[in-house]
């Protein structure tokens, strides 16, 4: 177990509590970004907005180390920006721009920023929990002590891949950690009407042995030392645990989805906690001024809003890009 | 009658008919029900037939098609949608080994009869994980019928023998085509399993298409025909059974081959039409055979690029003036 | 809930279990006759005897109905047999002739007789897990009280269709059952080395809000009132259960394996707790002579015999079989 | 050196001159460890690496090619297995929708060096669901390159290529060659991928083959020339990159083209190569173009039936008889 990791542990502090705060502030504004370009056209496609999910990127980015692995959903904006990407790359890949993360053939369901460990989102619900569990096979074969992460919905308990990933890292004792964001809902069904259990995740951990935990996924302190802790485990060669964070979407699942099917009154319940009053709330109890957290957000605006202007002028991705990058080469020839 | 009624909303339809003269008939899906499926394809059954006969299930695609796949066996008819096409790949046991095979391996002892739905093809943006034309993957696969529409009428008439046919069938229904608007299906409109539809006659070349490609085709057609350029547009409208006769007939008048088609160049069903003309054919060819097909890449998000991998009306056009040329 | 069901909740009495006893010997026989004709090269491809495996089958199937249905592995003549195929009819399909179960289509791996519910042997691990569960569904909405039955291996827990199904299942309260024939070994390799729970199956089934129970599976009498209360229950509209079995494989995995991975000792143990003596110990108990136990076992030795010499007279599988049978309409065309 | 070496064993000794070379080629599959292989491919290669280099995993085909992406992206070089090529089905998504595209739809951010070793085909009385040869699977997906040696020599030189290759390789062991023998490969013998053989050269037809076929084929041009047919065999070992050209060049010779695939005829790769050839080499053929391929049915059990169902020397004599006739 290295220094980093063992400091992590412990809660966190005034001053860093105001900077994940910011970086909450930031997703959401660049979500709001997202959400309006998409409605304005300039988006095409589809997104899925990670409004409202915020305090889980934020907290668990914040208790990893630099170099360990995160793999995301398609809902995958928030886990971007937390591993450092800016909105800009990713509102210009949304918006189909040369500048874009992924140089416009990713899109919003597949950002990625591999230099900072941020190793993919992806489409198909359940495909990313092996390959974190590889990912973490990996650092113990070349004893890095790096942690790898594997983000997921509610919905991708129920698939297959999800319990072949809990059951070798299991075995193997990896260190990977599963995250479950759980919204309560799939696309417009609610979990709980096609799961046989109740915390869909962290229900499931005992079959493979695993410690399942759930937590308020609206708390970025929560998450945070949760996280810390279960990481700073894995490392140290005690295996992989299971997270379940509660949480819920202020959007609906994705493109121009009303959300209708949400009772008023669970969504009234849950704006109420929106993760960022609760930051909010931890840091005015932290002696944090309101002129600060004004601060905080400010400039997480400003970023945006430059973000949003940069992305806009950005050149469009190039068409010839079309035929780059399927091979390690560059190129795209298949034939002789 | 609506006069014109949306290739979506012929599904609901499709399926509603069948429901109603079958009893045996159910649906089982993701967001399905209430939602009326993520598509809106589904819209309106649950009510009218009730949670029992149209469920929602977890996302499960295994359990969905194997589930659907047991109570086929067992005097049930089941529809099963897989949402995106690109999804068969979690259940392709399912689809390669289990449902092709089990009449054959038992001596035909069982019989499969139940319909996997699902949503295909790109052009929307959706990028690599969720555009994927992947007719061909079914194609590769002995066992299955495989039915995709190019119009509402069709949905309608390709449905009703689906779900009444007593092999399995994959029936593609093309993203693309969702909003795109045709004449309704008349009453008890059953088209035949295998039969191709010349939906425009020509003399100069022989242009076959499949789903989001006959719109493509057709309107390649009429621009060549400002050029004097006519030609015959076959709807494939099944791969499997290939209705080859078609192809070999029309053949005799145009003598010049162009298959036009979404999935991939490397792999693609094209490439099985071309060497079954190449052989059978060969007589008939005055010209080289042209394919084209998607891009051997994975799908890109950009619309700008995705445009360069998709076939487009411009390639048909430049291939064909080419063929003619030869 | 049926009259049958309720009787069979009971336990057997002494000519119920000498009738489960022959059948015991029966599928003995059978194997060891597979067994000897595929070393002589009768038998071709190959082979996954199910010797050891006999009280699983016998006792699982005395306890359904005969409508019920049953769904196998490759490792399924025990089931072929005790859901009343007959001994000839499987060795002739082993020996590719035109009087087998299948024509000579389907080999060891793929016995089925869906005439009497025995709706196939699946040769993909886990495959049929879900396929037992839409049986169920099936018998649910065509209103007829039936009960399904996948039978599976340890192995089957580790992949993702089976949770896939036991979760379906559990949601859908489906009448259907699992039972795991826990042999401790998947091919070769013990199933401990690479599941993080000691029961594989059972310890999965809390996973799904289902009951999970271990069991004897090389006592006929305790598979037999362990299946009839789950499929009682299930009937009725309770749900489905998870049944772990356990039970030991007399020949190795398949075709020539001599099976020299399992310790001496281990062996030994489980040999002296073959399903047949610890039936016979039973009969025994029960009054039945030692006579009676013999005359049970003449007679299979006698059924088998028979079955091999006929099937070794019977006509070859012909091969214009090959191109029938892909469609319902008894053909195999896929183009005009 | 042996004088001869078995398909079988080449395979383990490819994949120990590659471990050997670099410590950064790691093993996984089910019982590959101490049992050496289901197919004995893996014999030795635990005991001289120790077990965090070779692994056995439980039945869980997702897991074992996702965690073997997911250490391909992260630095290692993983070598997986998947027991019997059907049971890629069980793990489809990961190389139709994940192992290909991830360096595509993140802008080449991140490579997935790995190889996926199956054994694929039929002929041994396995029956439909352990017999199948697809290839033609992985053919459908752009993004995978795919290795299919004929000889223990080509093993071994195409293993190492698939290890050092940076793109994912599928590589595809043929079931029915494990038995045969042939000259051990040298030291340091790597091949180059896309780069097909031309194993018998002839004037009059050329056989295009792959794997189990190229055998098939050579025994067919030798009974062929006791006719004074002169047949040129040529065995493509890799399906990505396709080797069009030296196909096209032999062509430029022969004027008739015949292919042999194992996979079944609809969906084949001949399809796709066929319709190269009647596009580009349009004008080099004399003769309608042949493609013997597998049975479009499931593989049945019964060797009568199997043989019925996989191309034989006695079809490609057939086929080029009349053929040359033409
Ligand atoms: C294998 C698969 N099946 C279905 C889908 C379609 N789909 C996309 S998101 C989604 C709901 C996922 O729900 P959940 O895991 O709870 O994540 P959330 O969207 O709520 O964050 C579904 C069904 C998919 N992408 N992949
Ligand atoms: C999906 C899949 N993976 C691998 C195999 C190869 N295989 C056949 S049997 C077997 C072991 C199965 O073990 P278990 O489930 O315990 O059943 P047993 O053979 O012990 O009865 C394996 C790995 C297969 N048939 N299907
Ligand atoms: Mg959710
Ligand atoms: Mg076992």
Known sequence: ?336 | MADVITYRDAVADGIAREMRRDPSVVCIGEDIGAAGGVFKTTVGLLDEFGPERVRDTPISEQAIVGAAMGAAMTGVRPIAEIMFSDFLACCWDYLANEIPKVRYMTGGQVTVPLVIRTANGGGLGFGAQHSQAVENWAFAVPGLKIAAPSTPADVVGLMAAAVRSDDPVVFFEHKGLFASKGEPAPPDHVLEFGQAGIVREGTDVTVVALASTVATALAAADRLAEKDISAEVIDLRCLIPLDVRTVLTSLERTSRLVVVEENPYQGGWGGTLVSIVADEGFDLLDAPVKRIAGACVPLPFADALEDRVIPTADAIVDQIRTLVAY
């Open chain 1, 1 to 336: 177990m290295t220094e980093a990791s063992v400091r992590r542990v412990e809660s966190l502090g005034a001053s860093e509590l105001l900077a994940l705060y910011e970086q909450m502030c930031l997703i959401r504004r660049t979500e709001q970004a997202a959400h309006d370009l998409f409605m304005s056209g300039m988006v095409k496609g589809t997104t899925h907005l990670a409004a409202g999910h915020e305090a889980i990127a934020v907290g668990a980015s914040a208790a990893l180390r630099p170099d360990d692995y995160v793999f995301a959903t398609y809902r995958g904006h928030h886990h971007a920006i937390a591993r450092g990407a800016t909105p800009e790359e990713c509102l210009a890949e949304l918006m189909s721009k040369a500048t874009g993360l992924c140089r416009g053939k990713g899109g919003s369901m597949h950002l990625t920023k591999a230099s900072t460990g941020m190793l993919g989102s992806y489409a198909i619900v359940g495909s990313h929990l092996p390959m974190a569990t590889g990912a973490a096979w990996s650092a113990r074969l070349r004893k890095t002590e790096q942690v790898a992460v594997a983000f997921f919905g509610d919905g991708a308990t129920n698939i297959g891949a999800f319990h072949e990933a809990l059951n070798l890292a299991a075995v193997w004792r990896l260190p990977v950690l599963f995250v479950c964001e759980n919204n309560f809902y799939m696309e417009y069904t609610p979990i709980a009407e096609v799961t046989a259990v109740p915390n869909p995740a962290a229900d499931r951990a005992a079959a493979h042995g695993l410690p399942g935990i759930v937590i308020d996924g609206n708390d970025v302190a929560e998450v945070h030392d949760t996280v810390a802790r279960a990481a700073a485990q894995a490392r140290s060669g005690d295996g992989p645990t299971v997270i379940e964070a509660r949480t819920y979407r202020h959007f609906g699942h994705s493109r121009t989805d009303p959300a209708k099917y949400r009772p008023a009154d669970e969504v009234e319940r849950w704006m109420a906690r929106d993760p960022l009053s609760v930051a909010r709330q931890r840091l005015e109890s932290l002696g944090v001024s309101a002129d600060e957290l004004q601060q905080a957000d400010a400039h997480a605006a400003g970023v945006v809003e430059a973000a949003v202007d940069a992305a806009k002028n950005a050149p469009e991705a190039d068409p010839a890009e079309a035929f780059t990058d399927v091979w390690a080469d560059g190129g795209s020839t298949w034939r002789t």
